[in-house]
């Protein structure tokens, strides 16, 4: 992943998490007043819904140009550069959309972050899960990232003893012009790495792509994330 590098462009082709960011927040409203830490904040989508609530926000994100676009974008949450996948400091409630999927062990993440709050603390958590960009997964293979469905995403929250009081996929079909397209978004949005197949390669993969999954005079990619309002136990 390239989000450090990719943060100028990543709002623009963000549209998918921008949407499933703000379901998320609507999904388990916070009451107004609550206190929250926000996990891999990005440019401050889920930050800016959570605000609308009546939060009041630490918006925290490795990256520190990430950071510095939230911080025009949501001057109101009080913003840091902060690594989400180590110890992270006591919070009443943690909230993130679209990080934990990239952590190597994400149990070890989540008991951080058990860790980090009182006991019925809140966690409101969005992450991509299975059938998410199976089109894609099909052709090219799971690539860097290990793909959870929602059942395997719940039971690693039951092990870092988290409480799911409410949870539900949700599941979009995005068309892109053109399979380039899809390509052009995953790589401004920061979330592919360094390319690893050869011009033959992804030209071929283009060709397949359109081929295989044309829909309304362009392509389609299915994009999936669960939706997780939790307790700490
Ligand atoms: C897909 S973006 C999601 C951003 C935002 N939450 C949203 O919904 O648009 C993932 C974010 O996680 C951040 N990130 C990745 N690894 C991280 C880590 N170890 N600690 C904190 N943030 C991290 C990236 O910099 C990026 O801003």
Partial sequence: MRFNERAHTYDQHAAPQRRFAEALAAFAPFPRGAEITELGAGTGFLTNALLVQGASVEATDNSPSMVELG?????????????????IPKAKALASSGLLHWAPDPVAVL?????????????LLGV????????LRDLMGEGPLHWRDEDQWLKLLESAKFDVRAHGVLESQEIYPSSIDLFRALHGSGVTGSPRMSPTTLKSLIKDYDRLHPKSGGVVATWAWLLVDAVAL
Avoid: I, S
């Avoid at 911080?71 to 110890?87: C, E, G, I, S, Y």
């Avoid at 008991?111 to 966690?123: Q, S, Y």
């Avoid at 991509?128 to 089109?135: A, V």
């Fill in 71 to 87: 911080r025009q974008n949501a001057p109101l949450a009080d913003w840091k550069v902060r690594d989400a996948f180590t110890k």
């Fill in 111 to 123: 008991r951080n972050w058990h860790d980090a709050m009182p006991d019925e603390g809140r966690l």
């Fill in 128 to 135: 991509p899960c299975d059938p998410c960009l199976f089109e």
